[in-house]
């Protein structure tokens, strides 16, 4: 057997992309932090930054094991074991095949995935839950959802000859998602939408403004998430080769895509392009290329973009037809956006620019990977809607999920943190509520 | 003595500032300001939901001038301000009964 020797080029491009996938996390904080009333931007950003401290620590004690440990041999989760990490500096990586990277550096890229799922769920309860039960939920919602959801989907198992160990049941029954439009955005999609169910509406809603207060917040945020999700899509190849290359072209042209599809709703329907609408265009054709960065070719890519920005567009008015008080649209963007994606690998992908894929309906594959895609899809989105209403609930009855009333009125940032984000006048208070 | 206080566009500030030094006014207190009259807010959009705005953003001025000058001067004000169209504002004048410099003590007229 060849001896296996660390690579250098590919250890470098999965770190950098490591850091690019962290950098995300704080540039949601900013693309939610801008869409927020002043009184509650902090709150909101903080919601990201604890995500980050609980997660990361969660991590190195069972996270890790949990969601890609192969000892149990379990098509559910990981291992039950600490994972201490310290052992793990000189192994390689072995996911379905020995990569010639770090385990410990597959286990700080796949951290960064485990941050970021459950604050994108943050945006759902904006204005409105108490720090701490956010806190605890963060915690619990890694444990039980993510880290095995991740299990489900990104563990391909230890491979010994032709036997594997350990590898994820969606990843063993064929379900293509290159780097997470099930795992991560359907799943803090879904959980979204179960606790804007168990919070409530906020206090106000519908019937007074509730303004982005500062849409270059939001645009900051957006080019944060975009400059990160290279890393993400393109990190996810797990090697400095072709594969990341395809992933790359992608995420770059299924985003600009998606802010013209986006933009071209909103000048139909409303008669003008926004800023708000640019960013989230941009959003949504990340989340839906994700799945399938490495599995389609470019100009598919850019449909599926295209595609995925109007369908965003179209859905983010359904709450209120619905009356569910999905505060910044997670639902609209990252569930339907990554069930749309998901989805189009099922007609897009191609064994010609991924040898590792499967030909989709367009390339003559027949409807085989879409079924496979349809129940990856329906699997994490009941899987995550039924645990996260339940863990909400359970938060709810003992605990409280919610801040009091006059706290919400008042502004969170000054009842949850005792800190306000602006210094106001009462003029622009007035504005800016 | 009287305070001359005018609710203006936020886009003729400077003009009205320039004519009210050219006609020899020493002094003004501006501030920002919100509120509504016969023009009528407007409408943003985000993601698609319409929001009504209707608080205008304008700015107040207040300036303290001797009782012979107010006439003239509430004139320069209306002069530079206007446009012509919904929205221009209003001037008004109220009466003062004292006035103190703060650096000097000198009251009335002459602390002006």
Not at chain 1, 260 to 282: F, P
Not at chain 1, 301 to 309: H, N, P, R
Not at chain 2, 76 to 97: C, E, F, M, Y
Not at chain 2, 103 to 110: A, L, S
Request: proline share 2%; glycine share 12%.
């Amino acid at each position: 057997m060849e001896e296996i020797v660390l690579n250098s080029g590919d250890t470098a491009w999965v770190l950098a992309s490591t850091a690019l996938v962290l950098l995300m996390t704080p540039g949601l904080a900013f693309f939610y932090g801008g869409m927020v009333r002043a009184k509650s931007v902090l709150n909101m950003m903080m919601m990201s930054m604890i995500t980050i401290g609980i997660v990361s620590v969660l991590w190195v004690i069972y996270g890790f094991e949990l969601a890609f440990g192969y000892k149990a041999n379990s098509p559910w989760y990981g291992n039950i074991s600490f994972s201490g990490l310290g052992t793990m500096v000189n192994d390689f990586t072995n996911n379905g095949g020995i990569y010639p990277i770090p385990v410990l550096v597959f286990a700080a890229f796949q951290l960064m995935f485990a941050i970021i799922t459950p604050a994108l769920i943050s945006g759902a309860i904006a204005d409105r839950t108490k720090f701490t039960a956010w806190a605890i939920f963060v915690a619990i919602w890694s444990t039980l959802v993510y880290f095995p959801v991740a299990h489900w989907v990104f563990a391909f198992g230890n491979k010994v000859g032709d036997t594997v160990t350990g590898a994820g049941f969606l990843a063993s029954k064929g379900l293509e998602d290159f780097a997470g439009g099930t795992a991560v955005h359907i799943n803090a999609g879904a959980a979204g939408l179960a606790l804007a169910i168990v919070l409530g509406k906020r206090v106000g809603w519908r019937k007074e403004a509730m303004r982005p207060h500062s849409l270059p917040l939001v645009m900051l945020g957006a080019a944060l998430l975009w400059f990160g999700w290279f890393g993400f899509n393109a990190g996810s190849a797990l090697a400095a080769n072709g594969t990341a290359g395809l992933a790359f072209m992608n995420t770059q042209v299924a985003a600009a895509a998606a802010l013209l599809g986006w933009l071209l709703v909103e000048k139909l329907r409303n008669g003008h392009a926004t800023s708000l609408g640019a960013a989230s265009g941009v959003v949504a054709g990340l989340v839906a290329i994700t799945p399938a960065c490495a599995f389609v070719a470019p100009w598919a890519a850019v449909l599926i973009g295209l595609s995925a920005g109007a369908i965003c567009a179209l859905a983010v008015s359904v709450k209120y037809r619905i009356g569910i008080d999905d505060s910044l649209d997670v639902v609209a963007v990252h569930l339907v956006g990554g069930i749309w994606g998901s989805l189009c690998v099922g007609l897009f992908g191609s064994k010609a620019v991924n040898s590792l894929g499967v030909d989709g309906i367009f390339y003559g594959g027949g409807t085989s990977l879409l079924a496979k895609q349809a129940l990856g899809v329906g699997v994490v989105l009941a899987y995550s809607f039924v645990a996260t209403l339940i863990i909400g609930f359970i938060i709810e009855k003992t605990i409280g999920f919610r801040v009091t009333k006059d706290a919400e009125v008042e502004g969170i940032d000054l009842s949850e943190h005792a800190e306000s984000a602006y210094e106001m006048t009462s003029s622009s208070h007035g504005g800016l509520n | 003595m009287k305070l001359i206080t005018g609710i203006l566009k936020p886009s003729k500030l400077d003009e009205v500032k320039d004519a009210l030094q050219a006609a020899g006014v020493a002094g003004m207190t501006v501030s920002e300001a919100s509120g509504f009259g016969r023009q009528r807010g407007h409408t943003e959009v985000y993601r698609g939901a319409e929001y009504t705005v209707d608080l205008v953003q304008k700015v107040r001025i207040e300036i303290l001038v001797d009782d012979k000058d107010c006439a003239a001067i509430v004139d320069v004000i209306v002069k530079a301000a206007s446009t012509g169209s919904i929205g221009d504002g209003k001037v008004w004048t109220t009466p003062v009964d004292s006035i103190v410099r703060v650096r000097t003590g000198e009251t009335g007229p002459g602390a002006i």
